[in-house]
């Protein structure tokens, strides 16, 4: 009996113990709550900081872009200007050309309208002295030499005219 007595004594002990709840102290679980809340709270703030980290680093690398775009578009205005500023500078000699070669073909018509009357004038002058009979056959041979020297010199001047015009021309 001795040994029935000290099972039920061991079973009744066994099932005390199984059956007492274990008393949990209400403070320690409210501290490990708070300990928990700022600890997610913490990694909350974190994870936040990182965001806005994240955030002005893009805005910093955008801002770049749009200030090497700018620089860029900077740079394409200026080359675009000095290229208008050549285009202009080759559009201003072009017509300086043009105007020199003008003056030259005038110049030249001129020269050619001079000689004309120069020629007209010897043949005149020659033929006035020939009917008189004022010339003798040096003097005769000397006077249709300077009167061919002179229509030489036309012929000339009619050359340089043709080049004029046809620099002229080019220039058109």
């Known amino acids: ?10 079973l009744f002990s066994l ?13 320690k679980v409210q501290q490990e709550k708070l300990i928990l809340e700022q600890q997610k709270a913490e990694k909350e703030r974190i994870k ?14 955008e801002r770049q872009r749009e200030l090497k775009k700018a620089e860029k ?10 290229k208008a500023e050549k285009e202009v500078k080759k559009a201003e000699r072009a ?17 050619i309208a001079d000689n004309k009357k120069d020629i007209e004038k010897d043949k005149e002058k020659f033929e006035k002295l020939k009917r008189k009979g004022k010339l003798s ?4 041979l000397k006077w249709r030499e300077k009167i061919l020297k002179k229509e030489n ?5 009619q050359m340089d005219l043709e080049k004029s015009e ?7």
């Open 1 to 10: 009996m001795k040994i029935k007595f000290l099972i039920l004594v061991g």
């Open 15 to 27: 099932q005390a113990t199984l059956a007492q709840e274990t008393v949990i102290d209400s403070v």
């Open 48 to 61: 936040a900081e990182e965001r806005q980290i994240k955030e002005s680093q893009k805005a910093e690398k």
């Open 73 to 82: 578009a900077q740079k394409d205005a200026e080359k675009a200007q000095k």
């Open 95 to 111: 017509i300086a050309q043009r105007e020199k070669a003008k003056k030259n073909v005038d110049k030249v018509k001129d020269k």
């Open 137 to 140: 056959p040096d003097d005769e």
């Open 153 to 157: 010199k036309a012929l000339e001047l």
């Open 166 to 172: 046809n620099k002229l021309r080019k220039l058109d």
